[in-house]
């Protein structure tokens, strides 16, 4: 179903559709031999492993495209092509309780919620993905600055004033006119 059938929907339609949709990814995920999370910039994965495992017992292949967990001289537990690119350098893991293989990847791209971790499991809808409150500081200086002047503009829309975009126009044409006395601006419509 594509974006305009769903916007066609009632609000009931859509609430049932969604209930559906999360039932079955819960289900499919459920049959996966991990649980795994996920924010902007990084994956988690908890793999259960025998109790008594030591990380000696364990291959674990982390590659910039690839995953591979498995116990030594049995068959693997994980073992294929991740769905996007991570930082190899920033990834890690690490035995838990001798019986969880927790692994952390940092994503190359974080911007992107991933569909699945293994490119041939089953994927979840990435649109319904509600992410946990971040805060500003959290942010690189660009983006950061980006979301405050966003923040400013709404901000000053609600009130009906100027955005920050049509404050620098208006103090660039009040330098102009200072500038240039000699010219008339009370006929100018300015747009």
């Known amino acids: 179903m594509d974006d305009s059938e ?24 459920a049959t996966l031999p991990y649980k795994w999370t996920q924010e902007l910039g990084e994956v988690d994965l908890t793999v259960p492993v025998p109790k008594g495992t030591r990380a000696k ?3 674990v292949v982390i590659q910039r495209k690839k995953l591979t967990v498995g116990l030594k001289s ?5 073992d ?9 350098d920033d990834s890690t893991w690490t035995i838990e309780d001798n019986e969880i293989v927790l692994i952390h990847l940092e994503k190359l791209n974080k911007q992107q919620w991933w569909e699945n971790v293994l490119t041939h499991h089953p994927k979840i809808d990435t649109r319904k993905i509600e992410p946990a409150d971040s805060k500003l500081s959290d942010l690189d200086g660009e983006t950061r600055g980006m979301v405050e002047k ?3 503009d709404n901000q000053q829309k ?7 975009d049509e404050l620098k126009k208006m103090e660039a044409l009040e330098k102009f ?12 419509k300015i747009s």
């Open 74 to 78: 049995r068959p693997l537990i994980l």
């Open 57 to 59: 017992n364990l291959n």
């Open 80 to 88: 294929g092509e991740l769905c996007q690119l991570i930082k190899v």
């Open 150 to 152: 966003m923040m400013f």
């Open 6 to 29: 769903y916007d066609k929907m009632t609000k009931e339609q859509r609430e049932a559709k969604d209930k559906a949709d999360r039932e079955r990814e819960a289900a499919e995920q």
């Open 177 to 188: 006119k200072a500038a240039h006395p000699e010219l008339d601006f009370s006929q100018a």
């Open 158 to 164: 609600q009130m009906g004033k100027p955005t920050s």
